[in-house]
C-alpha cells in the first residue's frame, strides 16, 4: 500500500512509531478544514496500517502546536455549514480517541481551541515547558465546537472545565499539569525524544491488548462502576483467548522476551 501524501501534513515512520506534524508553521499550525480532513484521512490509513503501532502528534516548530481554528475561514460559515463544520472536528476528535493505536500529543507551544480539543482527544498528553492551553471560544461569541464541552469536564473536572470554557483564560504548562490537562512537561528541545522513549515502551507490548485496554476505558467512561466493571470483564475474556495473551504467558514462563502477532 502506497503511502499517502498531504499538503498540511508531514509524518514519517520509525520502528513501528509514527510522528505526525501539523505542517502550517507561519500560521501557528491553524486548523483549517482542508487540514481537518487530512488529519481523519491519515488516522484512518493508520488504524489500518499493521506498520504503525504508536503515533506521536505534534505541530510544525516551536511555538505552536495547533493554535486554534482558522478564524478568516471560520468568519465565512453560514448556519448549515457551522453545523457541519463542527460535526467535522467532532469526527476528527472521536477518530483520535476511539484509534485501536495510542496517540500521544507532544504539545510544543500553543494548543487552544480546537488544538486543545485535539489534545485532549489524544489518549497521552505531554507538554513542552512553554505550552498554553486555553479555550477562548466565549471570546468570540462561540462555544467549543470540537468536544471541549464534553471531554474537559471529563479529563479535569466539571468545575474547572467550566473555568477555562467560561473565561477563555489561558494556563501554562504548571497549571495544566496541576489541574492533570496533560500528563507531563518536558523541555521543548527533548520534547519528542521523550514520547518517542514512551512510545517505544508501548509499541512493544500486545497490540489486541492495547487496543481493548483503549476500549475499555473508553466504554467505561461514561457508565457506572457496576456496569464498566462488566465491560471490563467482557474484554479481559476476550483478549484472554488470543494468541497474544497465550504468547505473553507462555514467554512470562519461559523467561523470554515475547513475540507479540497482534490476534
Keep these: 500500500m502506497k503511502n499517502p501524501e498531504y499538503k498540511y501534513l508531514k509524518y514519517n515512520i520509525n520502528n513501528y512509531i509514527s510522528t505526525l506534524f501539523i505542517n502550517r508553521e507561519k500560521y501557528l499550525n491553524a486548523l483549517s478544514k482542508d487540514i481537518i480532513v487530512e488529519l481523519i484521512d491519515f488516522y484512518n490509513w493508520v488504524d489500518n496500517n499493521k506498520n504503525i503501532k504508536v503515533i506521536i502528534m505534534t505541530g510544525?516548530?516551536?511555538?505552536?502546536?495547533?493554535?486554534?481554528?482558522?478564524?478568516?475561514?471560520?468568519?465565512?460559515?453560514?448556519?448549515?455549514?457551522?453545523?457541519?463544520?463542527?460535526?467535522?472536528?467532532?469526527?476528527?476528535?472521536?477518530?483520535?480517541?476511539?484509534?485501536?493505536?495510542?496517540?500521544?500529543?507532544?504539545?510544543?507551544?500553543?494548543?487552544?481551541?480546537?488544538?486543545?480539543?485535539?489534545?485532549?482527544?489524544?489518549?497521552?498528553?505531554?507538554?513542552?515547558?512553554?505550552?498554553?492551553?486555553?479555550?477562548?471560544?466565549?471570546?468570540?461569541?462561540?462555544?467549543?465546537?470540537?468536544?471541549?464541552?464534553?471531554?474537559?469536564?471529563?479529563?479535569?473536572?466539571?468545575?474547572?472545565?467550566?473555568?477555562?470554557?467560561?473565561?477563555?483564560?489561558?494556563?501554562?504548562?504548571?497549571?495544566?499539569?496541576?489541574?492533570?490537562?496533560?500528563?507531563?512537561?518536558?523541555?521543548?528541545?527533548?520534547?519528542?525524544?521523550?514520547?518517542?522513549?514512551l512510545a517505544d515502551k508501548i509499541k512493544n507490548n500486545s497490540p489486541i491488548a492495547i487496543r481493548h485496554t483503549i476500549k475499555a476505558v473508553n466504554q467505561g467512561e461514561s457508565m457506572d462502576i457496576e456496569e464498566a466493571l462488566d465491560v471490563e470483564s467482557d474484554l479481559f475474556s476476550k483478549v484472554f483467548h488470543s494468541s497474544d495473551c497465550r504468547e505473553g504467558l507462555k514467554a512470562f514462563l519461559n523467561k523470554t522476551k515475547p513475540e507479540f502477532l497482534g490476534n
Excluded at 478564524?71 to 472536528?89: N, P, T, V
Excluded at 483520535?96 to 500529543?105: D, G, T, W
Excluded at 462561540?142 to 471529563?154: C, E, M, N, V, Y
Design 60 to 197: 510544525a516548530g516551536d511555538k505552536a502546536f495547533v493554535a486554534g481554528a482558522d478564524i478568516k475561514e471560520m468568519s465565512r460559515l453560514d448556519l448549515s455549514k457551522s453545523k457541519s463544520y463542527a460535526a467535522l472536528g467532532q469526527k476528527l476528535t472521536l477518530i483520535i480517541e476511539n484509534l485501536s493505536k495510542p496517540v500521544i500529543a507532544a504539545i510544543n507551544g500553543y494548543a487552544l481551541g480546537g488544538g486543545c480539543e485535539i489534545a485532549i482527544a489524544c489518549h497521552i498528553r505531554y507538554a513542552s515547558t512553554n505550552s498554553k492551553f486555553a479555550q477562548p471560544e466565549v471570546g468570540l461569541g462561540l462555544i467549543a465546537g470540537f468536544g471541549g464541552t464534553q471531554r474537559l469536564s471529563r479529563l479535569i473536572g466539571k468545575g474547572m472545565a467550566l473555568e477555562l470554557l467560561l473565561s477563555g483564560k489561558m494556563i501554562n504548562a504548571e497549571e495544566a499539569l496541576r489541574i492533570k490537562l496533560v500528563n507531563k512537561i518536558i523541555d521543548n528541545n527533548i520534547l519528542l525524544e521523550e514520547c518517542y522513549v
